[in-house]
């Protein structure tokens, strides 16, 4: 989830408040996202780390004080009441080189795919950006959508376990029907506190502020 940021340089700050780190996510619902909880779960468990919610980043991360947070809510709301439901497809399992992208689901972004999803990352982030109270410090400037399996530190041959058996539970658990990829509905997405400190990998602190509801 995090990584190498880029700060907007239209920013606010107030002396005095504290700023808090949010995030914006779009949580599967429904059996995809039962069925993703529970390998998320069982991950964990095998890797001795945290489990968290399922989600596709919107967006990642972005700062400010509480007493702005409602201006912000308001703006969402009014931008996801403008925007029309839509499908987000998933691809292959994956790794990465760092902890919050261990092994993860990617979101195929080339073509038609997730156009739909890179439209709305590209509209919630005008949004922020175009708010001076808002410091936006983009964990990868380049949207690279995907859904996360497991955050840890695990390298080499022991990723790629790890990986493997994520491969292996999707395609018992969540078959993609016809052989089609693996996709889900978005009718809405959320504002979540995500507080991360230097070397604080740890999501029990995270929580959900407020839920926008896609199309009214």
């Given at each position: ?6 700060t907007?340089?239209?920013t ?18 429904g ?7 529970q ?23 972005f ?24 499908e987000?497809?998933l ?6 080189a ?10 195929p972004?080339?073509?038609a ?23 936006v410090?983009l ?13 840890s530190?695990?390298?080499?041959e022991?990723?790629?376990g790890a ?14 029907e ?6 889900f ?25 407020a ?6």
């Open positions: 989830m995090t990584g190498e940021t880029t907007s340089p239209r606010r700050t107030r002396e005095g408040g504290k700023q808090q780190q949010y995030s914006l996510w779009i949580t599967p619902q059996r995809t996202g039962e069925g993703l909880g390998i998320i779960g069982e991950l964990a468990g095998k890797y001795e780390t945290e489990s968290f919610e399922p989600h596709v980043t919107l967006l990642s991360v700062e400010l004080q509480q007493e702005d947070l409602k201006s912000v809510e308001d703006s969402l709301s009014e931008l996801a009441r403008g925007t029309s439901p839509f987000i497809t691809g292959s399992v994956v790794s990465g760092s902890f919050f992208q261990c092994v993860f689901l990617l979101c972004v080339d073509g795919p997730n156009a739909d999803l890179v439209q709305l990352h590209q509209s919630v982030r005008k949004v922020l950006e175009g708010n001076e109270a808002v410091k410090s964990a990868n400037p380049n949207y690279m959508p995907h859904l996360s399996l497991l955050y530190g695990v390298q080499g022991e990723k790629e990986k493997g058996q994520a491969s292996a539970m999707l395609r018992e658990r969540l078959p993609a016809g052989g089609s990829s693996l996709s509905g978005v009718r809405s997405f959320e504002l979540y506190e995500t507080p991360m400190g230097t070397g604080d990998n740890s999501t029990k602190s995270w929580r959900r502020v839920s926008f509801d896609l199309g009214g």
